[in-house]
């Protein structure tokens, strides 16, 4: 009886816990590995940096999805150099708080479900070619790792 009622409430955890697809084409949403740049695990080095979110492959114009329900903040430029790339969005909502990049997103306001379309994957080759091309997503607070929703 006891392990029954533990094993539901781990249940419904993961269950509440984890993000729907972000891109079409990776339904496990599958990390990136390394490439001539880096990797794409959340605290992977990036020169004497490290990496704040992680990053799931998704090809250059890919459907992006809304990981979970809740609202779409406001539109990022999270380079601020104005480049092919230089554009995301923030979401919050259920709990969690995200900035998603580089996409074009269809609008930077209102509600979304879990699973919408909410815009695509901008052209990553253009700017950085031979990089395995995927969508960066870091929490808003940026010391929680967010692979674990994934
Ligand atoms: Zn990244």
């Not at 269950?15 to 992977?44: F, H, I, S």
């Not at 979110?53 to 809304?66: E, F, L, N, P, R």
Request: glycine share 14%.
């Amino acid at each position: 009886m006891l392990r029954g009622l533990i094993l539901f409430i781990l249940f419904t955890q993961v269950m509440a816990g984890r993000w729907g697809q972000l891109c079409d084409g990776n339904p496990t949403n599958r990390v990136r590995g390394k490439d001539r740049y880096g990797r794409g695990e959340y605290g992977a080095p990036r020169g004497r940096r490290t990496h704040l979110g992680v990053d799931v492959i998704c090809s250059d114009g890919s459907i992006v999805h809304a990981p979970f329900t809740g609202r779409m903040v406001r539109q990022l430029n999270p380079f601020g150099n104005n480049n092919a790339i230089d554009n995301g969005a923030m979401l919050e909502g259920s709990g969690y708080c995200v900035k998603m990049f580089p996409i074009t997103a269809q609008r930077y306001t209102g509600s979304v479900t879990k699973g919408e379309v909410i815009g695509r994957l901008l052209n990553i080759q253009d700017v950085y070619p031979g990089m395995i091309s995927h969508v960066h997503i870091q929490m808003c607070d940026t010391s929680i790792n967010p692979t674990p929703y994934l």
